[in-house]
């Protein structure tokens, strides 16, 4: 009964069966058709003492298992299909820009890993507002202004670019609230937000520079001289002048005035009393014109300016820009200033380049800087794709491949195992004995000898690098597989190795094969034993005596 009900509910087993085969077992049971045959209805209709107690339980198995392997096999056959396509929720940019520059074009029809899109939505520091949550995240609500309509949206962002100056000295044009709410938030940002508050403040990034300044030294990267005041209080006089007082954090030129003696000097240091605010003070730089050096992602310009009105200012009044080619030390410049904070994808140098011919590095921006040049179009174009590609990041979960730091300590060389190293100086009509690599060298007798040449000497210093194959190969070779007696392979002719020396004058190009350790130390023995001759009889006795010299060391070695 149990093979009966194995075989049963074999599915492979019920699907050969014959049509119409046990169809009355496939049957749904009701109350008018009975899953058992005839003769045994009749056998029921007698006195239960008669009828066979398992034979309505057993047929029932059978019913049972048929169906359920029918069933299985009808499910396997046909498997549900879900056409059902997948819509997911756009992704949300925040820009924070002026409505001069229109970023929703760069992002039209792009996607996210092909399957997210990107919606832009675009204000100024003055047109958001926000609340943060531990678990909620940050909620932006914007009221603005478009074609005489006022818009009034409240959404989350997925990732923030800021292009505005967080922070002025200007009535109301303090965001720095607004910086740290996008951060309590966990809103990502780029550059970052850590970095965007770091930038608030002038002096602060200052203190950067120094550190770079004193890590590389004023050759690489010339800072120029900058001393800082909290307040007025300690602005006596300065070292040198005419100098440059810049009151507070201001941009575009603002705040910044000219002393050209001490009298004036004092006249700057009650002004700063009544800002209350701090101050720094720079040597005046008679400059040639100024430079700036941009960097987006992995993309690099170089700007020059050069002011035309005459102001001592370059970046005020009528001033001639062109760009300029991109040298090695722009490019370190901007690779220097772009790990401040964390990292920064977006920044720029600004250097004054002065009469004297020197360089001085006065400032770095931010993601906020203002893009200048005929090449504007393909710097938001550079933007948009680090945006893309820092969203992505955010949506697969990775990470983006660290580029691996240049060390500048010099390359450990692992100690290698000591060959024994020989080579004949080859005389006129001898045969050139190539350099050989065996075991560790005696401690004393001639076949510790170490003949070579400067040319020979300069040829196998690279074989000191870790990693060499003929090393490995020499460093391998154990006393069982030494070279034995009447197995001398056939000499033929190869590529030089590695540390041979040139043959002399007169000498043939036939050249034997790599030597293990048996054939290094008979030809040691060789060449300090049997003095070198230039005719060819001398060389078929030496050839003799070296002969059985290696069948003497072999049957030595192979013991």
Known sequence: MNF???????????????????????????????PVSPATE??????????????????????????????????QA???????????KPKILLVIDDMHTDWAKYFRGKKLNGEYEIRVEQAEFS???????????????????????????????????????????????????????????????????????NFCSKPWVFSQLIKIFQSQGPEKFPLTEQTFFPNHKEMLTAATFPVVVKLGHAHAGMG?????????????????ALA????????????????????????????????????????????????IAMSDRYRMWADSCAEMFGGLDICAVKAVHGKDGKDYIIEVMDSSMPLIGEHVEEDRLLIADLVITKMTQL??????????????????IQPQPMKAQTQPQPGPGAQPKPATQGGPRPASGPQGSQLQNPQQQSASQPQKSPGSPQQDRSAGTSPNQAFKPGAFPPQQP??????????????????????????????????????????????????????????????LFSD
């Open 4 to 34: 009966l009900r194995r075989r049963l509910s074999d599915s492979s087993f019920v699907a050969n069966l014959p049509n119409g085969y046990m169809m009355d077992l496939q049957r749904p049971e009701s109350p008018t058709s009975s």
């Open 42 to 75: 009749r056998k029921q209709q007698q006195p239960a003492a008669s009828a066979p107690p398992t034979g309505g339980g057993f047929l029932s198995s059978l019913s049972n298992a048929v169906k359920q392997s029918t069933q299985g096999i009808a499910g």
């Open 78 to 88: 046909e498997p549900p299909v879900n056409t059902t396509p997948i819509v997911h």
């Open 127 to 197: 047109e958001i507002n926000l609340a943060a949550y531990v678990n909620g995240g940050c909620m932006i609500d914007m009221q603005l202004v478009r074609n005489g309509t006022k818009v009034v949206r409240s959404f989350k962002p997925d990732l923030v670019l800021v292009r505005q100056h967080a922070y002025s000295m200007a009535q109301g044009e303090d965001f720095r609230s607004l910086i740290i709410g996008l951060q309590y938030g966990g809103v990502p940002g780029l550059n970052s937000l850590h970095s965007i508050y």
């Open 256 to 272: 910044k005035v000219k002393v050209e003696s001490h009298y004036d000097f004092q006249d700057i240091a009650s002004v700063v």
């Open 276 to 323: 209350k605010t701090y101050a720094t003070t720079e040597p005046y730089i008679d400059s040639k014109y100024d430079v700036r050096i941009q960097k987006i992602g992995s993309n690099y310009k170089a700007y020059m300016r050069t002011s035309i009105s005459g102001n001592w200012k370059a970046n005020t009044g009528s001033a001639m820009l062109e760009q």
């Open 395 to 412: 949506v697969t979960g990775t990470q983006p491949p660290q580029p691996p730091l240049a060390s500048s300590q010099p390359q450990q």
């Open 494 to 555: 190869r590529p030089a190795a590695q540390g041979q020396g040139q043959p002399g004058p007169g000498t043939s190009q036939r050249q034997t094969p790599q030597l293990n350790k048996s054939q290094s130390l008979t030809n040691s023995f060789s060449v300090s034993e049997t003095p070198q001759r230039g005719n060819r009889n001398e060389d078929e006795a030496k050839a003799e005596t070296i002969r059985s010299l290696r069948q003497s060391f072999a049957s």
